[in-house]
């Protein structure tokens, strides 16, 4: 398996993972799957600000991403990223998740990052909570009932973790 900085000739992939994610998972709240021109769209945004979007490959092709986004759009938030995960299904369970998020993580802290949330959609995502936590994430919080997806009220899960020294130092701004 190659763990790699996305390319445009991934977008396919990705679109076509991602769109198996909507249709099918309460890992993401979306109902409609965006097409390709949505996810290039996206895509551009994310690496345009400088920020990882990574896949992960075997023979068969892509078999999972991960990017890093701010939190929120405010210049406040700027050494606080957002970390989305996705895997196409016969690469769940197989480290592939630990593998990107282990990765990216690296890459927003070499970056200044100084913290990275996980916002997990459904409470009941266990695999991507595991994850999370196996790489020294910690509960802080739960949006109860904030999403509406395949007839039943689900919650998000947030999780948290310092990169480099998180809040013991002042952070040093990009050029």
Known sequence: MLLRPSQAADIPAITALYAHHVLHGTGTFELEPPDEADMARRHAD???????????????????????NHF???RAYRFCLEDSIYL???AQGRGVGRLLLAELMA?????????MLAVIGDAANAGSIGVHRSLGFEHTGVLKASGWKF????????MQK??????????????
């Open 151 to 158: 007839g039943r009220w689900l919650d998000v899960i947030l």
């Open 162 to 175: 310092a990169l480099g020294t998180g809040a013991a130092t002042d952070p040093v701004d990009p050029a």
């Open 46 to 68: 994310v690496t345009g600000k400088g920020l990882p979007w990574l896949v992960a490959q075997d023979a068969s092709g892509v078999i999972g991403y991960a990017y890093a």
């Open 107 to 115: 890459r927003c802290e070499a970056l200044g990052a100084r913290q």
């Open 88 to 90: 196409a299904p016969a």
């Open 72 to 74: 929120r759009p405010r």
